[in-house]
Structures are given as structure tokens and as C-alpha cells.
């Protein structure tokens, strides 16, 4: 049984900063493709970026260049390091475990709650 749970999430003020963390178990961590997604209230479910075994990375767009995503596999963790926040950013935000590259079948986190507001 595979088990993702996500950490990090909290209250920034427009311009800040936050990491995310998301530990996963119960699987080989370094052969798992991995993803973050976000959900606004009243929205969909949205890609925010996503790093494969092999390290390739992909953003949305309307993050890229603020956002990076990482993996340490020594301990099994995911993060999403987000800059230059905006209150459009705000949502809860879920890290996945895929089966397959970007296929939303997989194995999920509950999410954490990312706030931007003055």
C-alpha cells in the first residue's frame, strides 16, 4: 500500500515564499514518477509540475520559473519550492504518485492548504 502525505502548506503574504513536502512509503521511491497539483475552490484539479525517475521535470506555465520541483530518494521525499507567490496560487495542493507518467489513476495525499493574502 503505497501512502503519500503532503506538509508545508500554510498563509504567505503576495511575494513570499513556501516549500512543500511530500513523503511517499510503501513503494521504491526512486523508480516512481511523481507529481503536484493544485485545487482552487470552484476548479478543477490542475497539474502544477511533475519530475520523473529519471529527473525530467514539467511545469504548467502559469508556474514555471517560480516553482520548482525536486526529489531527494535517499529519503524518500518530493518538494515543491514556490517563489514569488501570488493570491492565484492559492489552493490545496496534492502530491501524487504515478503509475504512469502524468496518469491521474495513481496513489494520492490528502493536500495541504496554500494561502496567498495580505
Known sequence: ?????????GLVQ????LRL???ASGSTFRFNHMGWYRQAPGKQRE???AIASDGRTTYDGAVEGRFTI????????????????KPEDTAVYFCT????WLATDGYWGQGTQVTVSS
Not at 500500500?1 to 502548506?9: A, D, I, L, N, P
Not at 503576495?14 to 515564499?17: E, F, N, Q, R
Not at 504518485?97 to 504512469?100: H, L, M, P, R, T
Open 21 to 23: 513536502s511530500c513523503a
Open 70 to 85: 525536486s526529489r531527494d530518494n535517499a529519503v524518500n521525499t518530493l518538494y515543491l519550492l514556490m517563489n514569488n507567490l
Open 1 to 9: 500500500q503505497v501512502q503519500v502525505v503532503e506538509s508545508g502548506g
Open 97 to 100: 504518485v504515478y503509475k504512469f
Open 14 to 17: 503576495p511575494g513570499g515564499s
Open 47 to 49: 497539474l502544477v509540475a
